[in-house]
């Protein structure tokens, strides 16, 4: 069985939590003691009726303003699927919380509440998704209850809906009335949308092909750690380890090493210490080179035809997260990418993107939290990357404050 | 020599074709590189054991993530006194069969050094005492980083915490300031003083646990299956007759065949009733099981509605 990762978005009050609740509910993934703090919970608030959304508030001040504060994960399986939820707050005071479960999503739920339609939070948010790369997208259109089950009222967000996404590069869109509060559409067809023809939102979520999502062609190993057992009959073991971050690699494959552009062959591939014949996307080996080059924790093996860009000067797209400190041309930071790190400083900013209009807005000064916008920068070290948009593996890294430690950026190279 | 177009898209049709990798397996790839990325992040991390299946797991995949070397850190257990000896019989002789260091603190040594109070009458507890041989250990050792086996499906906070949980010098989790924790990019720098907690099976689910103990024939503490026992029966739930836990008036003494779902300390984990002698039929059982893990066994979370959070704010696990 296989696995998808899914996060729901959107703006606040808009239903993320209460959905995933009601996906958990309906699939019979909650049980029988959780359910009964979720309505022992509910009853102290004075909810009225069961909240839901209880069951991913798990925090005391979440419960205690019925709002989501920081991404929550619920794990739960349909017979066809695996499944990892991530709830992510609608504030846009929490957006990097947002951003945080993105950044691993197959698929990104966006809600959009019937009443309202399309708001700022909702193009935050699909800005979000797309430039993270999540390749499929659910737009839920929610509670359709209130707005009478509305045919009409749903075309109309769909509409404006799909004029937005043409603007971004969202690439598999779904679009689906939904009330989570009655479980109309989720896992069950809804009788009072009998106008709704198209699937479930469970149906959407099982048969989505996540496999083609991923970069199968190329190769690219971070090294995360050397394994030298430095032992009597082990004496002169050196193993690479780390992940596969993209391709396959096998026995006898012509690799390099970067940044040294030295190359070797690949003399055996391990795992747990037993010889596999060959590698391939996010499976955590090891490497063993027919040649004793000098190798640490940072440098990158890649296919020896196939080689990412290797530059100090980078461009890319950054959220800025810091709520204390803002980005100017100047600053300096320590930029984390795969398991390197560089310092780097902050050249200039190109421009900013509105939240809105999606236009660049030029001239900016400095970023403020929450703020999108593409920079240039330079670090003190080469980096061996790939673009983002052909290889979210190797186009991503983040920003590290000097001083805090803090990740204050997260950064897609382009 | 590059891929044209042609050769790129049959590669693709052959992917489409190919079966998509089983969840275990992914679960246990994103392990072992979190594993990987404390041992080249930091410079001095441990990983707390406690005879627990858990910890047993992460054991395994840390042996894993390293061979044919060795687990490049201690196994670090705070002793409360009060553990099951099955556990910590298991505890010795797994850390002597994989040649790891292994440090143990008692619970006991830091009630007497710091003369601190600990909780009397029913249902008394030493969990939250151990949250300061825990930070005082962290100290002696200056560890920077701690493994543990926590998992989001546990419980309510924990599903909120991140694989690296940033813990200020006194060790106290922040859930409202928690770092942004980006693609697989972790972030573990600190200041001398702070650490990180990290959790490798945070994406794990209690049957995937278990799972993946059957799936890599991994040994268990015998109290993990069905056993005849003699137990106090207190509020509806089953908890060891040891000396360690305060008799109630209300208690009654039975002997019941019962396994462990989990194995904490005696004073709070209690026991199910099971005839449940292999792996496989402790699946089917909790497969079907419509009470959660830490709503059957654990005394400790039910106490308040927000336990669990309060005592990760206070530096627990
Ligand atoms: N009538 C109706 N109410 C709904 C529906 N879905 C959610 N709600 C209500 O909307 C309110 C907000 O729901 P939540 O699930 O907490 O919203 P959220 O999007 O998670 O909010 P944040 O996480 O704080 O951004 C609650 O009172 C829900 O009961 C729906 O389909 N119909
Ligand atoms: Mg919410």
């Known amino acids: 069985m296989d696995l998808l990762r899914f996060i729901t978005a959107g703006s606040v009050d808009d239903g993320k939590s209460t959905l995933i609740g009601r996906l958990l509910y309906d699939t019979k993934n909650i049980l029988a003691d959780q359910m009964e703090a979720i309505e022992r919970a509910s009853k102290t608030r004075n909810a009225g009726e069961i909240d839901l959304a209880l069951l991913t508030d798990g925090l005391r001040s979440e419960r205690e303003q019925g709002i989501t504060i920081d991404v929550a994960y619920k794990y739960f399986q349909t017979p066809n699927r695996k499944f990892i939820s991530i709830d992510a707050p609608g504030h846009i005071q929490y957006t990097r919380n947002m951003v945080t479960g993105a950044s691993n999503a197959d698929l990104a739920i966006i809600l959009v509440d019937a009443r309202h339609g399309v708001v700022e939070q909702t193009r935050r948010h699909s800005l979000i998704a797309s430039m993270l790369g999540i390749p499929h997208v659910i737009v839920a259109v929610n509670k359709m209850d209130l707005v009478g089950n509305s045919e009409d009222a749903f075309l109309e967000i769909a509409k404006s809906y799909t004029e937005l996404a043409e603007k971004l590069s969202i690439k598999d869109l779904t679009i689906i009335p939904v009330s989570a509060l009655n479980g109309d559409n989720i896992v069950e067809r809804s009788e009072a949308m009998s106008w709704y023809t198209g699937e479930t939102l469970l149906s959407v979520l099982e048969n989505v092909n996540v496999l083609k999502d991923q970069n199968q062609e190329d190769g690219r190993f971070a090294v995360q750690y050397v394994i030298r057992p430095q ?117 200039g900013i190109e421009y900013q993107i509105d939240i809105n209009s999606y236009e660049k807005l030029d001239e900016v000064e400095a970023l403020k939290l929450n703020d999108v916008a593409r920079i240039v920068l330079r670090t003190a070290q080469p980096i061996a990357y790939d673009p983002y948009q052909k290889n979210r593996a190797n186009g991503a890294a983040i920003l590290i404050d000097e001083t805090s430690n803090v990740t204050v950026g997260a950064c897609m190279i382009e | 020599m590059s891929i044209s177009v042609n050769e790129a898209s049959d590669i693709q049709r052959e992917i489409s074709e190919r079966s998509a990798p089983d969840y275990l397996d992914q679960l246990e790839a994103e392990a072992i590189y979190i594993m990987r990325e404390v041992a080249g992040q930091f410079e001095r991390p441990a990983l707390l054991f406690s005879g627990g299946k858990d910890s047993i797991t992460l054991v395994h995949l840390a042996k894993k993530a390293f061979a044919p070397g060795k687990i490049p850190f201690p196994l670090v257990h705070v002793d409360t006194g009060h553990n099951f000896i099955e556990a910590i019989e298991y505890r010795d002789e797994l850390a002597e069969a994989i040649n790891a260091k292994l440090i143990v603190r008692y619970v006991e040594d830091t009630i007497k050094a710091k003369g601190l109070k600990e909780q009397t009458g029913k249902n008394a507890s030493r969990n939250w005492l151990q949250t300061f041989t825990l930070l005082d250990t962290i100290e002696e050792f200056e560890f920077d980083a701690c493994i543990g086996g926590a998992r989001r499906d546990e419980e309510k906070a924990r599903a909120k915490e991140r694989i690296f949980s940033f813990r200020d010098e006194f060790g106290q989790w922040d859930p409202k300031r928690q770092r942004p924790e980006l693609w697989n990019l972790f972030n573990g720098r600190i200041q001398k003083g702070e650490n990180v907690r990290v959790f490798p099976i945070s994406n794990w689910t209690e049957l995937d646990v278990w799972a993946y103990l059957k799936r890599e024939g991994i040994a268990l503490p015998s109290i993990y299956f069905a056993h005849e026992r003699e137990l106090i029966l207190r509020d509806g739930k089953l908890l060891n007759n040891t000396p360690v836990i305060e008799p109630d008036p209300e208690d009654q003494i039975v002997t019941r065949q019962v396994r462990f779902r989990t194995v904490g300390d005696m004073t709070c984990t209690a026991a199910v009733e099971s005839a449940a002698a292999t792996l496989d039929e402790v699946i089917a059982e909790i497969t079907i099981s419509r009470i959660s893990e830490r709503g059957e066994t654990r005394i400790d979370d039910q106490q308040t509605e927000a336990a669990m959070e309060d005592r990760k704010k206070g530096g627990y696990f």
């Not at chain 1, 073991?237 to 690949?266: H, N």
């Not at chain 1, 890649?302 to 290797?310: A, G, K, R, Y």
């Open chain 1, 231 to 347: 032992t009597d009959e082990l004496h002169d073991y050196r193993g690479y380890a780390g992940r596969v971050q993209s391709g396959t690699f096998k026995k006898g494959d012509a690799i390099k090493v970067l940044p040294s552009e030295r190359e070797s062959k690949i003399a055996k591939i391990e795992f747990g210490g037993n010889e596999i014949p060959q590698a391939s996307v996010l499976e955590s080996v090891t490497i063993l080179l027919e040649d004793d080059i000098d190798i640490s924790r940072g440098d990158m093996i890649v296919t020896v035809d196939n080689s990412p860009i290797v530059s100090q000067d980078i461009e890319a797209l950054v959220c800025w997260m810091d709520d204390k400190k803002t980005l100017k041309p100047g600053n300096k930071y320590v930029l984390q990418h795969g398991t390197a790190r560089s310092r780097c400083s902050i050249r």
